[in-house]
């Protein structure tokens, strides 16, 4: 199946600052990619969908400020968490594909 | 709206012996369904996935699932399990393949003892 990856795999950071990931997809274009946001034991919730080249479309209840996403390319989107706050670490992963969607591996935020 | 149950947290089973987990689903038009499984601090891995055509639909590491329309249901199974196969299974549903945003399970944890 195609590839998508993640970076970084794991963060950790002081409250108040910004985190940045990564997602790429490695062997193919996606106009699409989700951001989705797991809590330990819990399903994924998805947070946005993030669409090549136009604004992310973020579910309700997601701060669009707060989580500011970016898909400058056809390989390539960005979460941004800004001001960072504990209630905020947890595992954050991304996906991308047409019929089916493939997941990258993640990035587990721990904010101090 | 389109939903996922999972109505077992957690299925046991010893090895060898045929698994099943469980999915229903709800969704308006013709579902399109996945399963997923998570090993821990990792990303989801594609087991299979149901769009249309034959019900029993065959996937990665021997696993296969079967579609029931009437029963609203795409519960997934295995022959055979290994203590490999111990991890958390999500099924998805969609409704125009991943093109849509997916609706996933609470998940279902297997864990398969020696």
């Known amino acids: 199946g195609a590839v998508v990856s993640q970076h970084p795999s794991r963060v950790i950071c002081k409250s108040g600052t910004s985190v940045k990931i990564e997602c790429r997809s490695l062997?193919?274009?996606?106009?699409?990619m989700f951001w989705y946001r797991q809590f330990p034991k819990k399903s994924l919730m998805l947070m946005a969908t993030?669409?090549?080249?136009?604004?992310?479309?973020?579910e309700q209840g997601v701060e669009k400020d707060k989580f500011l996403i970016n898909h400058a390319s056809l390989t390539l989107s960005t979460l941004t968490v800004t001001s960072a706050h504990p209630e905020d670490s947890s595992f954050y992963i991304c996906?991308?594909?047409?019929?089916?969607?493939?997941f990258g591996p993640g990035t587990r935020l721990l904010v101090l | 709206a389109q939903s996922v149950a999972q109505p077992e947290d957690q299925v046991n089973v010893a090895e060898g012996n045929p698994l099943t987990v469980k999915c229903t689903y709800s969704?308006?038009?013709?579902?399109?369904l996945f399963w997923y499984v998570q090993y821990p601090n990792r990303g989801l891995q594609f087991l299979l996935k149901?769009?249309?055509?034959?019900?029993l639909v065959k996937g990665s590491y021997g696993f296969e699932a079967e579609f029931n329309k009437s029963q609203t249901s795409f519960h997934l199974k295995k022959p055979s399990a290994l203590v490999s196969d111990s991890a958390l299974y999500f099924c998805?549903?969609?409704?125009?393949?991943?093109?849509?945003?997916?609706?996933f399970g609470t998940g279902t944890k297997l864990q398969v003892i020696p």
């Open positions: 062997d193919f274009q996606a106009t699409t």
């Open positions: 993030s669409n090549e080249g136009s604004k992310a479309t973020y």
């Open positions: 969704v308006s038009g013709n579902p399109y």
């Open positions: 998805a549903v969609s409704t125009l393949g991943g093109y849509q945003k997916v609706t």
């Open positions: 996906s991308a594909g047409g019929g089916t969607q493939y």
């Open positions: 149901y769009i249309t055509g034959d019900n």
